[in-house]
C-alpha cells in the first residue's frame, strides 16, 4: 500500500482511536481472575519453538478488497509515537487491527460517497502532502547536521563561562495573597518577618540544621538541606542572574516571587566537567548547523509577501476601528 495513504491512515488513527485504544487493551489484556477455590496453575508453558522470520510481503489484514501486508503494518506502527509502541509491543497488536480496520472503513465509505473529491478534501490534502514533504526535508538536513568529537570539544573550550555552576542552597516562605485570610501560608507581613529572620540567622554563619529546627514550619518555611549544582540556564532568568553574581558563602537578598519569598545561599563555585556536558554540547551544534541550514534555504528562494494581508495587528496607541465595541481590548502586536 502507498506509504502517504498509511501515514494519513496513522494520523486518524491516533486521533479517533488510539487514546480508547491504550485503554483498552490493559482490560482485554488484564489476567483473568481464578475461579473460587480452584488451585493456581503451576505448569509452565512449554518454550516456543523458533521460528523462520515472516516475509514482509504476508498478507495479515483484510478490509473489503483492500490487503495490508505485514510491512504495511510494520510501518503503521514504527510512525507512531514511542508510547504506543510500547503499549503494542508489551500487550499485543490485535486491538490495534480491529481500530485500523475500522479506519480503513470509513475511509472507503469516504472514497464510495465522493467525499475525497470535494474541494475541501483536496486542499487538506494537498496542506498535508506539503507538510510531510516539508518535514522529510527537515529530517534530511538533521541528518546531515552531523557533529564531530572534535567540534564538541572546541566548543567546550571556546565557552567556558557557558558550563559555570554553583552549589546553591534555596531558602522559601509562602505568603498568601495579600487580601487572603485563610489558606496555605503565612500573611505577607508574617512572611517577610520570618524571611528577613532566617536570613539574619544563615548570614550569621548559623548551622543550617539548627536553622530549620528553629524555623520550621511544615508547609510554609522550605529549607534546603543540601546545597544542589546549579548550571547556567537551569535557573529562571532573574534567580540565575543573582545567583551567579554570588561568591562562595554570599547571601542572595530577599526575592519577592509569586507567592513566595526565596533567597539563596552560595556555597562553592565550579565548571561542569566535559563527560557531563558534552551530549549536551553535541545537540546546542547539530541544531545550530539545522537553523543555519534553513537560514541558507531562505536566502536562495525569493518570498513575496502582501503588505495589506500580513499587516501587523493594531497596537493600543493605534486604536479599535470605530465600529469595534468599547469593550473590545486592542490585539497586542
Not at 18 to 33: C, D, E, N, S, Y
Not at 147 to 176: C, I, N
Request: proline fraction near 8%.
Amino acid at each position: 500500500m502507498d506509504h502517504t495513504a498509511l501515514r494519513r491512515h496513522s494520523r486518524l488513527l491516533t486521533a479517533l482511536f488510539l487514546p480508547v485504544l491504550l485503554a483498552g487493551i490493559a482490560r482485554a489484556q488484564a489476567p483473568a481472575t481464578p475461579a473460587a477455590g480452584g488451585p493456581a496453575a503451576t505448569t509452565k508453558p512449554a518454550a516456543p519453538s523458533a521460528q523462520p522470520p515472516e516475509s514482509p510481503d504476508k498478507v495479515v489484514l483484510k478490509v473489503g478488497e483492500e490487503k495490508y501486508t505485514k510491512a504495511d503494518l510494520d510501518f503503521l506502527i514504527d510512525n507512531m509515537n514511542p508510547q504506543a509502541q510500547r503499549t503494542l509491543a508489551t500487550q499485543g497488536r490485535k486491538p490495534l487491527g480491529d481500530q485500523f480496520a475500522v479506519v480503513v472503513e470509513l475511509s472507503q465509505q469516504a472514497r464510495s460517497h465522493h467525499l475525497d473529491q470535494t474541494p475541501a478534501f483536496e486542499h487538506k490534502l494537498a496542506v498535508q502532502k506539503q507538510q510531510l514533504e516539508a518535514q522529510a526535508a527537515y529530517d534530511e538536513m538533521v541528518q546531515q547536521a552531523k557533529v564531530s568529537p572534535e567540534e564538541v570539544r572546541d566548543y567546550y573550550s571556546a565557552h567556558p563561562s557557558e558550563f559555570d555552576q554553583v552549589m546553591v542552597r534555596q531558602f522559601v516562605v509562602r505568603k498568601r495573597a495579600a487580601n487572603a485570610t485563610s489558606g496555605p501560608g503565612l500573611s505577607p507581613e508574617e512572611a517577610k518577618s520570618r524571611a528577613e529572620a532566617i536570613r539574619k540567622a544563615v548570614v550569621a554563619g548559623t548551622d543550617v540544621k539548627k536553622v530549620m529546627e528553629d524555623f520550621k514550619a511544615p508547609g510554609d518555611v522550605i529549607i534546603e538541606p543540601e546545597p544542589r549544582a546549579v548550571r547556567r540556564g537551569g535557573m529562571r532568568p532573574e534567580m540565575e542572574k543573582v545567583v551567579f553574581a554570588l561568591k562562595d558563602g554570599e547571601v542572595s537578598e530577599i526575592m519577592d516571587v509569586a507567592q513566595a519569598l526565596a533567597f539563596f545561599q552560595v556555597t562553592g563555585h565550579s565548571t561542569a566537567e566535559f563527560k557531563d556536558v558534552s551530549t549536551q554540547i553535541e545537540q546546542t551544534l547539530q541544531k545550530q548547523k539545522v537553523e543555519a541550514a534553513v537560514t541558507d534555504l531562505k536566502k536562495k528562494t525569493t518570498v513575496w509577501m502582501d503588505d495589506q494581508y500580513f499587516a501587523a495587528p493594531l497596537t493600543a496607541s493605534a486604536g479599535a476601528p470605530p465600529s469595534a465595541p468599547a469593550s473590545e481590548n486592542p490585539v497586542k502586536p
